[in-house]
């Protein structure tokens, strides 16, 4: 029997999949703890979607080896399958699983004869300082179930390296789907997010049309889960069936829809399956059938070729386009894509700097967008209390909301009144 120490670098798809190898793991006998200087074993699941993301990988690496000198530290993901040889050779790196054997994991790991008797190290001062929470206790005290339901991606956007590491599509059977959610329902789980690689391609691979809807919709007949929610859904993807589905008020009313740039030329360099003037259809059907959700997007800003007027034009439509939250990125050339080869590089400096204006535009966004519940009555999950004692949670529609109360609201579901804003945040009352 060993401890497991777990930590997740990148998205969501990255989490649910460490969050079910703990599962795996725990269920074999083995411990899961939530500090690395109590692991035998720190098993990382790694990005490389920009040059941050596998620098943040480097870093908690070393991080760990310093923290735990004994423990030995498996590498998986997406930057272990980039640069496999190079993380191997990172201290107690013992495993490196690229993507392609992630799904034998466990058995993998569990194969492991149980270490030597801790000594005495540093690790202990480590502790103080308290590592971020691991899915092993978040599996615990997590009120979302990250769900994968698919992997890999057939589009082939430019500038992206994911479906070059993750491979074409596949999917999760629907039943296994619905039976993993209704355990998570029995274990308690308010919410889950349907996550994966593009889940909008769902069931392409079965030779299944409008899969995502019809998962959704036999989620919604065939489980009693309070509130499903979906990751991140290709905007080419989203039909009148998928539409229909928001009917049922458990589905949140959040969409994250990709744009990527508000520039015609921009988009069709980067490869993108639709244009601007396309998406902007979209999001009024999308309006007209839901009229208060919140669309969210993706940005990549300073793609190579895009000059002061690309951007503008961007930043323009972004802005008639009022989203409810920004993801801005700048512009990080990867490893055999495309767009790594690309003329027109566009200087860091510059990059920053729209990134910035891009990024304070979202602020002003998701202000408009939160402050018109101001005085409403919704239902928040509330999901955990922060150092200020208050507890932090969110209404279907992806709103932060603080409240003060004695009670122990952890995993529960209130309604709550909306009553002011505070740094971001909507402050509330449970009724
Ligand atoms: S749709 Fe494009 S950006 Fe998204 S995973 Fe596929 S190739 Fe990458």
């Known amino acids: 029997m ?51 993301a596998e620098r943040k990988t480097r870093h908690l690496l070393r991080a760990l080896a310093r923290a735990n000198p004994r423990a030995r530290i498996a590498v998986l993901g997406c930057a272990a399958t980039l640069r496999p040889e190079e993380l191997a050779s990172f201290p107690n790196v013992a495993w490196v699983i690229p ?32 590592w971020p929470e691991g899915p092993g206790e978040g599996v615990r005290a997590r009120t979302r179930a990250f769900v994968k339901i698919q992997d890999g991606c057939d589009n082939a956007c430019t500038y992206c390296i994911v479906h070059l590491l993750r491979g074409p599509v596949r999917s999760r059977p629907p039943e296994e789907v619905v039976a993993e959610i209704a355990a998570r329902v029995r274990e308690g789980y308010q919410e889950a997010v349907l996550t994966g690689v ?32 979906l990751s991140s859904v290709e905007p080419w993807d989203v039909d009148e069936s998928l539409l229909a589905l928001w009917a049922d008020p458990r589905l949140c009313r959040q969409l994250h829809l990709p744009l990527q740039s508000g520039c015609e030329a921009t988009l069709q360099r980067m490869g993108r399956r639709m244009t601007a003037a396309a998406y902007a259809h979209l999001v009024e059907r999308i309006r007209a059938a839901v009229p208060e959700m919140a669309i969210t997007t993706d940005i990549i800003v300073g793609f190579p070729g895009e000059d002061e007027t690309e951007f503008a034009e961007s930043l323009a439509f972004v802005e008639r386009m009022a989203f409810a939250r920004l993801h801005v990125f700048p512009f990080s050339p990867r490893p055999g894509t495309p767009a790594a080869w690309m003329e027109g590089r566009v200087p860091e400096p510059v990059v920053r700097e729209r990134a910035a204006r891009m990024r304070e535009l979202g602020e002003h966004l998701a202000a408009r967008y939160r402050r018109q519940f101001l005085g409403r009555e919704m239902d928040v999950l509330w999901e955990r209390r922060r150092r200020d004692g208050r507890w932090h949670g969110l209404t279907d529609n992806y709103l932060q909301v603080v409240t003060s109360c004695p009670a122990d609201l952890h995993n529960r579901i209130t309604r709550t009144r909306l009553v002011q804003e505070d740094d971001g945040l909507l402050v509330g009352e449970v009724i």
Request: charged share 25%; glycine share 6%.
């Open 2 to 52: 060993a401890s497991f120490y777990f930590q997740s670098l990148g998205c969501r798809l990255n989490q649910s999949e460490l969050e079910a190898l703990a599962r795996q793991l725990a269920a074999r006998g083995h411990r899961v703890v939530d500090d690395p200087a109590q692991a035998d074993i720190c098993v990382v699941n790694t990005c490389a979607v920009t040059a941050e």
């Open 99 to 130: 993507n392609e054997e992630k799904e034998r994991a466990a058995e993998t790991l569990a194969l492991t004869p149980t270490p030597l008797p801790p000594s005495p190290s540093p690790a202990l001062r480590e502790r103080e300082r308290g």
């Open 198 to 229: 593009n889940i909008g391609a769902y069931g392409r691979d079965l030779g299944l049309k409008s899969g995502l809807a019809a998962l959704v919709a036999a989620i919604l007949a065939r489980t009693d889960l309070p509130r499903l929610r």
